[in-house]
């Protein structure tokens, strides 16, 4: 039974992974009472997962750093890695969240300006697998939607449909 251990527990770890993206593909945007927009985001299981992730970075450089207290050099370079990959993993979940209504997108991220389009400029969607992630391809830019928001499917679906309206309203030498 030990040789079929590593062997459940990656099927068993990856039907996980399976479930919950799925879970995550199928969940709903909220919707925000004041403006009326609807709002995806990183949910409260991805969240907690981040700082569940980060947490044990930190440990792990703890433990580190108690253990072999002479070397320096790799508490340093744990501590920078627990730091930057910790942080940057926060500051994904907890600052990345895309508003949407029958008249725009706009996607807020810690990593740049706020990108805004009309429906009207969605020119097509994309996928990119290595990322994970839908681009939407509009007039004045990309806007890329992490499959791991609440709420993307409905999100990418409805952002395909108005592609597809606004490329059927185009002259065809101008459809890209």
């Known amino acids: 039974m030990s040789n079929w251990s590593p062997i459940l527990s990656g099927a068993l770890a990856g039907l996980i992974v399976t479930l919950v993206g ?43 750093v108690w253990t072999q207290p002479d070397d320096r ?13 910790g942080g940057c993993l926060l500051l994904e979940f907890f600052g990345v969240r895309i508003e949407f209504d029958s008249e725009s997108i706009q996607r807020f991220a810690p990593w740049h300006r706020p990108r805004i389009a009309a429906w009207s400029e969605v020119e097509r969607v994309t996928y990119s697998s290595w990322a ?28 395909r449909r108005r592609a597809e309206a606004n490329n059927s309203n185009r002259p065809k030498s101008a459809r890209t």
């Open 22 to 64: 799925y879970a995550l593909m199928r969940s709903r945007p909220k919707v925000d009472a004041q403006s009326g927009r609807s709002v995806a985001s990183y949910s409260s299981f991805v969240r907690t997962f981040g700082i569940a992730l980060t947490l044990m970075l930190a440990l792990g450089t703890a433990y580190t």
């Open 73 to 85: 050099d790799v508490h340093w370079f744990l501590g920078a890695f627990t730091v930057l990959g």
């Open 132 to 159: 994970s992630w839908h681009v939407l391809h509009t007039a004045s830019g990309k806007i890329r939607v992490p499959d791991w928001i609440s709420g993307a499917g409905e999100l990418v679906a409805y952002a």
